[in-house]
């Protein structure tokens, strides 16, 4: 690394801890959690228990990213950026087989931004969450462990899937994670009906069906089933350019009391009751 790019980095440094800092000190606690929890996750902070579940849910992880095992789904979401597929394809699906190692590898939360959502349901401790997008139940498996660990709230996580939907069910029983149930099918048949199972929810990921117009559609859907204030988490924000108009519609919306950019994911703090229009860019990845 030449002078310049460390130069360039210690100054990148700076500027996010100074946003996180100044957001840490701020008087919302809403704010003030999520600003914690960022800390928390840069800081790779844990006490014995929350260390001993991300260590076993990594250890997992390891395990399935090992995995030859043939898994044939039917995909309805837009496959690819440069796929491009139509509505009409994502409705019938695409049939793919993969190995469950690769599936794993590839569609799977990565540990730091698993350990982020982790840290967010561990500092806001919400009753109700939604994931959108199970794949073999890594991600969901944080999100319950720290529901777990809360002492209180459940989640529903979607997966179009059945044979996908199979394996997260698999890894939340093996680890005996039974506040947080898989349900199967489209989103555009599944989402309403959870939502109003849960309702008010607290705290909603969307990690799926990686579309311009489904996005927004699934955001003001959710809108009129959550809490007065709650977290939304947007992930593969950059994805496409589709992905890219959709965060931006999102992010600048005039419910949103604040909006942060991670650069891969984004989060906004929804307010039913209007927002204060606040946008910062702390790019983790």
Same mark, same amino acid.
């Given at each position: 690394?030449?002078?310049?790019? /460390?130069?360039? &980095? %210690? ?6 801890? #100074?946003?996180?800092? +100044? @957001? ?20 790779? $902070?844990?006490?014995?228990? $929350?260390? %001993? ?9 390891? $395990? ?19 796929? =491009? ?19 794993? +590898? ?8 698993? *350990?982020?959502? @982790?840290?967010? %349901?561990?500092?806001? +401790? ?21 529901? =777990? ?25 093996? =680890? ?7 349900? *199967?099918?489209?989103? &555009? ?13 607290? @705290?909603? @990921? ?6 311009? &117009? ?15 204030? /709650? ?7 950059? #994805? ?6 959709? #965060? ?6 005039? /419910? ?13 703090? %929804? ?15």
């Amino acid at each position: 690394m030449g002078l310049t790019t /460390s130069i360039r &980095q %210690v100054r990148y440094w700076v500027k996010r801890d #100074w946003a996180l800092s +100044r @957001f840490a000190a701020e008087e919302d606690p809403t704010i003030r959690a999520i600003a914690i929890a960022l800390q928390r996750t840069l800081a790779g $902070e844990a006490n014995p228990l $929350e260390r %001993v579940w991300i260590e076993r849910l990594e250890l997992h992880r390891r $395990e399935l990213e090992s995995s030859n095992e043939k898994i044939t789904r039917l995909d309805h979401g837009a496959g690819s950026p440069a796929e =491009h597929r139509s509505p009409a394809e994502m409705a019938a699906g695409v049939l793919v087989e993969d190995s469950l190692g690769r599936i794993c +590898r590839l569609a799977s939360k990565g540990p730091s931004w698993c *350990t982020l959502l @982790f840290r967010l %349901v561990r500092g806001l +401790r919400p009753d109700a969450c939604i994931e959108l997008g199970s794949c073999v139940g890594v991600s969901a498996s944080y999100l319950a462990a720290a529901l =777990h660990l809360n002492g209180k709230g459940s989640l529903i996580t979607l997966e179009g899937a059945e044979s996908l939907a199979d394996k997260a069910r698999e890894t939340l029983y093996r =680890h005996g994670l039974t506040n947080a149930e898989v349900v *199967t099918g489209r989103f &555009q048949e599944t989402f309403g009906p959870s939502l109003s199972r849960l309702a008010p929810v607290d @705290f909603l @990921f969307i990690d799926g069906h990686h579309e311009e &117009q489904a996005t927004l559609t699934y955001f003001d859907q959710a809108r009129s089933f959550t809490s007065d204030r /709650s977290l939304f988490v947007f992930d593969d924000i950059q #994805w496409s350019d589709g992905m890219g108009r959709a #965060w931006a519609a999102i992010s600048t919306d005039p /419910s949103v009391d604040l909006a942060i950019d991670f650069g891969a994911m984004g989060l906004c703090l %929804v307010n039913r009751r209007g927002g204060r229009h606040r946008l910062a860019k702390i790019p983790l990845n």
